[in-house]
């Protein structure tokens, strides 16, 4: 494995894992997720070999995506995704077209060395 690692990287190819992740990639995986395949809710069978184990449903996929795009759009490591809570997002209109928006106020700040409390 290390030498076909070795020779892939010697011709010229980037490993998935060190691409950066840009919004052309984050509204690719949106819209995979969106299929129709993916919205129908499924039976989990964790004892067959062949089943649907590991699958995730649709609102599991829509709260990832969510996930992934709020850390991309706050440039937020995955510990600091995960220290949001439910009651830092609000929802609202704006007054002026209409459209729903989501707020999000960060349990810590980004400049603290160590992620300490907002207070």
């Known amino acids: 494995m290390l030498s076909l690692r070795r020779r892939k ?8 894992s060190a691409r950066a992740v840009t919004s052309v990639l984050l509204e690719s995986l949106y819209y ?25 449903g649709a609102y599991s996929r829509t709260l990832l995506i969510l996930g992934y795009v709020i850390a991309f759009c706050a440039l937020l490591r995955i ?17 002026k077209s209409g459209r729903g928006m989501l707020t999000l106020r960060l ?8 992620g300490g409390k907002v207070e």
């Open 32 to 56: 995979y997720n969106k299929q129709p395949e993916f919205q129908k809710p499924k039976a989990y069978q964790s004892t067959s070999r062949r089943g649907l184990k590991g699958q995730l």
């Open 107 to 114: 349990p810590f700040r980004k400049t603290s060395q160590f």
């Open 9 to 16: 990287t010697q011709s010229g190819d980037t490993p998935t």
């Open 79 to 95: 510990d600091e995704l995960l220290k949001i809570q439910l009651q830092d997002i609000t929802t609202s209109k704006d007054p």
